[in-house]
Structure formats: structure tokens, C-alpha cells
């Protein structure tokens, strides 16, 4: 089992910047596995924002976040988080963590998600 939670949410201005954070516990073991970034805004199904293997080499990102948002791993803390800059009004969502064991795995642990709310 993987745990995973969610924490940094709020309510921030377009333009501005805001860090989320996600404990991760439990059997994470594998240096296949990857951790990842989701979010859900009102009426729009969940959509990818960011992923990072576990060793916290190459990560990817989504097309609308790429070069705004940072996900980054740190190792001694256990934590994956999401810098996001230049919020925007359409990045208002709840976002969520995730967990696979591999690159072609499923996203088969969620956090219970924090919201993010940018107002314009």
C-alpha cells in the first residue's frame, strides 16, 4: 500500500505562485516507480499536469503547464511537489497526487486532493 497527501492548497491571484506538497508513505520501494501530478476542474474530467520518476530524473509535464510548473522530489523528506507559477484562472481545479509502480503502469494510488483556486 501507498499512501500519499496532499497539502499547500489555497486561493491565490493570476500571476502568482503557489507550492504544493505530497507525503508519500508506505511500500514505494521500486526505483521504477513514478509519482505524479493530476488535477480536476469543476465539470472536466482529471487531466495530467506533471509526473517524476522515482529518482527524480527527467521529469514531463503537461503542454499547458510546461514552463510554469515544477515538480521536484525530495528524497530526504519523502515529499513530490508542484511549484506552480504564472497561475492562470483556468488552472483552478482540485489537483491530486498519484503513484505507479512503473512508467507503463496504471496511476494506481491517489491522494484525496487539495484545491487551488486563481482568481482573475
Known amino acids: 500500500q501507498v499512501q500519499l497527501v496532499e497539502s499547500g492548497g489555497g486561493l491565490v491571484q493570476a500571476g502568482g505562485s503557489l507550492r504544493l506538497s505530497c507525503a508519500v508513505s508506505?511500500?514505494?520501494?521500486?526505483?521504477?516507480?513514478?509519482m505524479g501530478w493530476f488535477r480536476q476542474a469543476p465539470g472536466k474530467e482529471r487531466e495530467f499536469v506533471a509526473g517524476?520518476?522515482?529518482?527524480?530524473?527527467?521529469?514531463y509535464y503537461a503542454d499547458s503547464v510546461k514552463g510554469r510548473f515544477t515538480i521536484s522530489k525530495d528524497n530526504a523528506k519523502n515529499t513530490v511537489d508542484l511549484q506552480m507559477n504564472r497561475l492562470k484562472s483556468a488552472d483552478t481545479a482540485v489537483y491530486y497526487c498519484?503513484?505507479?509502480?512503473?512508467?507503463?503502469?496504471?496511476?494506481?494510488?491517489w491522494g484525496q486532493g487539495t484545491q487551488v483556486t486563481v482568481s482573475s
Open positions: 508506505g511500500r514505494t520501494g521500486s526505483s521504477s516507480s513514478h
Open positions: 517524476i520518476p522515482w529518482s527524480a530524473t527527467l521529469p
Open positions: 498519484a503513484f505507479r509502480s512503473s512508467y507503463i503502469a496504471a496511476w494506481g494510488y
